[in-house]
C-alpha cells in the first residue's frame, strides 16, 4: 500500500508523520523550538530553523517506518503573517514577522486614517489589524529599508520550505488570503487595486497560486538523497495549519466549526460568504477552497497563556510532577478541578500578546480581576482555562452575528485536548458538547489527506468523510453554564472598561 508524509510547521514545533491511504499513521515525530521576541510584542523566526525541523522530521518518519512507497508529501505550517523577504537568489534576508509579532501599530493607524475601509472589507473579506501580513509587510518597507530594496518575494513557510525542497514556487489560496489586504477574496486572486494603494509591489506577490492539494513541484534529488525517498516525488502545497486542522477534524461542510487550541485559539467555520464588518478572518478553505471559506477568529494566547501562568508560577507543580513522572499540567488539573466552576470569583483576561478578534487591539493587556487572599494558584490556574474558554466563546458569539450557521456540536483539537477539565469548561462555557479526535494528531493527518488527495490515493468524497473518528468528550451542564453565562457577561465587560488603563500602561510602561 502506497504512504504519504504530512508536516506541520508550528510556533514552537514542526510535527510530521507518515502515514498509508488509509490514515492508519506508522510513524511520527516532532522538534522543538521557540520564536525569537527580541522586543516585547514581537514575535520572528529564521526560516532555517523551520527547514531544519522540516528535514529532521521526515527523515525520522522515513526511518521509523522503514517503508519503500511514499508517494508525496505536504506541508503545513503556522501563518506566517509578512511572510519571508527572500532576494531574486531566494535568500532569505529578514526573519519572518509570524502571526504573534504586533509590531506594526504605526501602520494600522495609517490604513486606517488614509484606506477606505469598506473597500477594504468588500475586497479581502478581512479587517485591518497588526496580526495581518498586509500591515508587517508595510512594517518591513517603512523600518528595513534595506531590506525592502532587495526583495523579489514574501513567501509564507510553506511555501518557502516547499521551494526549498523543490525549487519550485507557488502560494496555497488559504495563506495567500490569510494576509489579508492584498488578495481578492471573491476573485481568488491577489488584488491589484489593494497592493498599490498600500504601496506593496505586484511583484513581490508570487504569481503562481495553487488548491491545498495541487502539486507545487518534485522532491529534489539532494533532499531525496537525505531523506530516503524517490526524487522527483511529489510535494503538495499545504496551506495554514488552522485550517488544516480542521480539515483533518473532517470539517468539510457548511456550519461544521472546530476550535484549534495550541500556543493560539483558532476558532473556525466553513460558509460560503463573509462580511468583515463582524471582525473575523476569512481565506479560502484547504478543502474546496474554490467555493468554500474558512472564517475564523482567536486568541493570541491560548495554551501559551497556560505555559505561561505555569513556567513562571508553578514550579512546585513542576518539580512534583518530575518525581512523580507526570506532567506539571495533570497536576495542575488535578487542583483546578477541586475549585469551583468560576474560581470562586477570578476572571482572567488572556490577552497577553494584545489580542486579536473580536477586540482587535494590539495594545490590550493580559489581567486577574476579583483576587483576594482567599485565593490559590489553582484558583488562578482555574481561571486562566476559564478565560480561554471564554474567549473562544466570544469569537462564537461574533461567527453567529455575522450569520454563520453552526452545527449543534463543537470540535476540539490541539494540546488543549489532552485535559479532561478543559474540555468540560469548554463544554459548559459554550453550551455545545464538545467532540474531539481520537487518534492524538491534528494539523499534520490533515496534511497527509492533502498529499493523499493531491496524488489520487483517496478521492474527493474520501477526502470529505475523512480519516478520523470522533469521540464525545464533555456535554454542557446545565447548571453550570448558567452560573458561566453571568461571568461571560463580566467577562465581556472588563475588556472596555479597563481599554484606556491598558493603553495608557502600553503607551507609558
Not at 463573509?274 to 491560548?302: E, K, M, Q, S
Request: hydrophobic share 45%; net charge negative; with cysteine.
Amino acid at each position: 500500500m502506497a504512504h504519504v508524509i504530512g508536516v506541520d510547521i508550528g510556533t514552537q514545533s514542526t510535527k510530521a508523520l507518515l502515514c498509508d491511504a488509509d490514515g492508519r499513521i506508522v510513524a511520527q515525530h516532532a522538534v522543538g523550538y521557540q520564536p525569537d521576541t527580541p522586543r516585547p510584542l514581537w514575535a520572528e523566526q529564521w526560516p532555517s530553523v523551520w527547514v531544519e525541523a522540516v528535514a529532521a522530521c521526515i527523515t525520522a518518519v522515513v526511518e521509523k517506518a522503514a517503508v519503500a512507497d511514499v508517494a508525496a508529501l505536504c506541508i503545513s505550517s503556522l501563518y506566517g503573517g509578512s511572510g519571508i523577504p527572500v532576494d531574486a537568489g531566494m535568500k532569505p534576508l529578514h526573519p519572518c514577522l509570524i502571526w504573534m509579532d504586533r509590531r506594526a501599530g504605526a501602520q494600522v493607524d495609517w490604513v486606517r486614517a488614509n484606506i477606505d475601509l469598506e473597500r477594504l472589507f468588500d475586497i479581502t473579506g478581512n479587517g485591518v489589524d497588526s496580526y495581518y501580513g498586509f500591515t508587517k509587510m508595510m512594517w518591513l518597507r517603512d523600518n528595513r529599508p534595506e531590506v525592502w530594496r532587495k526583495t523579489r518575494h514574501l513567501l509564507p513557510p510553506n511555501a518557502y520550505v516547499a521551494w526549498e525542497l523543490t525549487g519550485a514556487l507557488a502560494v496555497d489560496h488559504s495563506s495567500a488570503g490569510n494576509i489579508g489586504g492584498v488578495y481578492d477574496l471573491g476573485r481568488r486572486t491577489w488584488s491589484q487595486e489593494m497592493l498599490s494603494i498600500l504601496g506593496i509591489p505586484m511583484a513581490m506577490m508570487p504569481e503562481r497560486l495553487v488548491e491545498s492539494s495541487d502539486r507545487v513541484g518534485g522532491l529534489c534529488e539532494v533532499w531525496a538523497a537525505r531523506f530516503g525517498l524517490a526524487a522527483g516525488m511529489p510535494v503538495i502545497a499545504g496551506g495554514v495549519d488552522a485550517a488544516v486542522a480542521t480539515f483533518a477534524a473532517g470539517a468539510t461542510r457548511r456550519g461544521q466549526h472546530v476550535a484549534m487550541i495550541g500556543t493560539s485559539m483558532c476558532w473556525g467555520t466553513l460558509d460560503q460568504t463573509v462580511d468583515a464588518r463582524h471582525g473575523l478572518i476569512a481565506f479560502p478553505h484547504v478543502f474546496n477552497g474554490l467555493r468554500d471559506v474558512y472564517v475564523f477568529g482567536g486568541a493570541i494566547t491560548a495554551g501559551a497563556s497556560v505555559s505561561w501562568f505555569r513556567d513562571q508560577f508553578c514550579n512546585i507543580e513542576i518539580m512534583a510532577g518530575r518525581d512523580a513522572g507526570r506532567p506539571a499540567d495533570a497536576l495542575l488539573d488535578d487542583a483546578a478541578g477541586a475549585v469551583p466552576p468560576g474560581a470562586d470569583g477570578i476572571l482572567f483576561l488572556p490577552y497577553l500578546m494584545g489580542e486579536r478578534s473580536p477586540i482587535w487591539d494590539d495594545r490590550a493587556s493580559g489581567a486577574f480581576v476579583g483576587l483576594s487572599l482567599y485565593h490559590t494558584r489553582a484558583h488562578l490556574y482555574r481561571a486562566v482555562l476559564e478565560g480561554v474558554a471564554f474567549a473562544l466563546r466570544h469569537n462564537i458569539a461574533y461567527g453567529r452575528k455575522g450569520g454563520h450557521v453552526l452545527d449543534d456540536r463543537l470540535i476540539v483539537v490541539g494540546g488543549a485536548a489532552k485535559s479532561d477539565l478543559w474540555m468540560q469548561i469548554i463544554a459548559d462555557v459554550t453550551g455545545f458538547p464538545v467532540m474531539t479526535i481520537e487518534q492524538d494528531v491534528e494539523a499534520p493527518l490533515g496534511a497527509a489527506l492533502l498529499a493523499a488527495l493531491g496524488v489520487g490515493l483517496v478521492t474527493p468524497q474520501q477526502a470529505e468523510a475523512g480519516w478520523v473518528r470522533l469521540v464525545e468528550r464533555a456535554a454542557p451542564r446545565a447548571e453550570i453554564r448558567a452560573a458561566y453565562d453571568r461571568q461571560f457577561d463580566i467577562y465581556t465587560d472588563l475588556y472596555p472598561a479597563l481599554k484606556a488603563k491598558m493603553h495608557r500602561l502600553h503607551r507609558d510602561g
